[in-house]
């Protein structure tokens, strides 16, 4: 299974960025978590409460700029392979 392009976490709350690749080069999604334990075992769940919403909010803020700055990346790579093709 491939792994996460990178996580952003805050206590039990974290967002998980994957890279997907298409033809017309990579592009991102985000999928938001919330960790609680249940009996001995920690489990995780999509569903949050009112107290985690500015929290995630903030980690949303955090993922938003780093795939931003990874777009950016990805569209110079692009440019300098095409330089090196030519």
Do not use: C
């Not at 990178?6 to 990579?26: A, C, F, M, Y």
């Not at 995630?56 to 990874?70: N, P, R, V, Y």
């Amino acid at each position: 299974m491939s792994q996460p392009a990178h996580k952003i976490r805050s206590g039990v709350l974290q967002v998980t960025i994957w890279r997907n690749h298409g033809e017309k080069g990579n592009w991102y999604s985000v999928i938001p978590s919330r960790g609680y334990k249940q009996e001995d075992a920690w489990k995780e769940t999509d569903s949050l409460g009112f107290d985690d919403l500015l929290t995630m909010a903030k980690l949303f803020d955090l993922a938003h700029t780093w795939i931003m700055h990874q777009q950016q990346a990805d569209a110079k790579g692009r440019k300098e392979a095409a330089k090196a093709a030519a």
